[in-house]
């Protein structure tokens, strides 16, 4: 695809049950990162990884989030037993991998997640 | 702490007019800079990046970095009502690749 995609775009739940929220980075992109945005906020890092290095879990709130990526490609957050303050848009981005200070992170629609 | 500020706004500016928008950064080892538009109900996108003290200049877009004072700003020339959006100001540190993000700054361009 010519863009990281996410699925599903919105998903509704109930306190305490199990999600999981897909991503599908930009092809041949080997860094990809998990961020949340609640309401009127930043974005929030969570999760990172690059090609089959361990990832950077230094941004999961608790827990009870959970993320792997399967073959270097498609990534899948788990949240167990969500609680209402996991409410936010969930968004994965994917770059490309280099040695500069920058590095471009391409973001992709987000999944909105709302716990009732 | 919030480690990246922002002056949330609302701002709001007239067509035609320069937008000034404003950040500033607590760790000192963060070495890029970046800022995202946001427009509601959408993913951010990139405008621009910078690591070197002074201006950068892309189309009607300046950004502004100056390390001694942890400060980095965005520029919107000419300001069109499309501009109006969200903007986040990101940092990237030493060898991490995850950006931390401010909480952004609301743009109106009023017609």
């Known amino acids: 695809g010519a863009g990281v995609s996410q699925s599903p775009s919105n998903k509704v739940t109930e306190k305490g049950k199990d999600v999981e929220l897909r991503c599908d980075p930009i092809?041949?992109?080997?860094?990809l990162y998990w961020y949340r945005q609640s309401l009127g906020q930043g974005l929030e890092f969570l999760i990172y990884?690059?090609?089959?290095?361990?990832?950077?879990k230094s941004g999961l709130p608790s827990d009870r989030f959970s993320a792997e990526r399967t073959g270097g490609s498609v990534s899948t957050l788990t949240i167990q037993r969500t609680q209402q303050e996991d409410s936010a848009v969930y968004l994965c981005?994917?770059?490309?991998?280099?040695?500069?200070?920058?590095?471009?992170?391409?973001f992709g629609p987000g999944t909105r997640l709302t716990v009732l | 702490q919030k480690e990246v500020e922002q002056n949330s706004g609302p701002l709001s500016v007239p067509e035609g007019a320069i937008a000034s928008l404003n950040c500033t950064y607590s760790?000192?080892?963060?070495?890029?800079f970046f800022w995202y538009r946001q427009y509601s109900g959408k993913s951010p996108e990139l405008i621009m990046f910078?690591?070197?003290?002074g201006d950068k200049e892309d189309g009607r877009f300046t950004a502004q970095l100056n390390k001694a004072s942890q400060y980095v700003s965005l520029l919107i020339r000419d300001s069109q009502p499309s501009d109006s959006a969200t903007y986040l100001c990101?940092?990237?540190?030493?060898?991490?690749?995850?950006?931390?993000f401010g909480s952004g700054t609301q743009l109106t361009v009023l017609p």
């Open positions: 760790d000192r080892g963060s070495q890029s």
């Open positions: 990884f690059q090609g089959n290095s361990a990832p950077d």
């Open positions: 910078i690591y070197s003290n």
């Open positions: 092809s041949g992109h080997t860094a």
């Open positions: 981005a994917s770059s490309g991998w280099d040695r500069a200070v920058y590095n471009e992170q391409f």
């Open positions: 990101a940092s990237r540190s030493g060898s991490a690749r995850q950006l931390t």
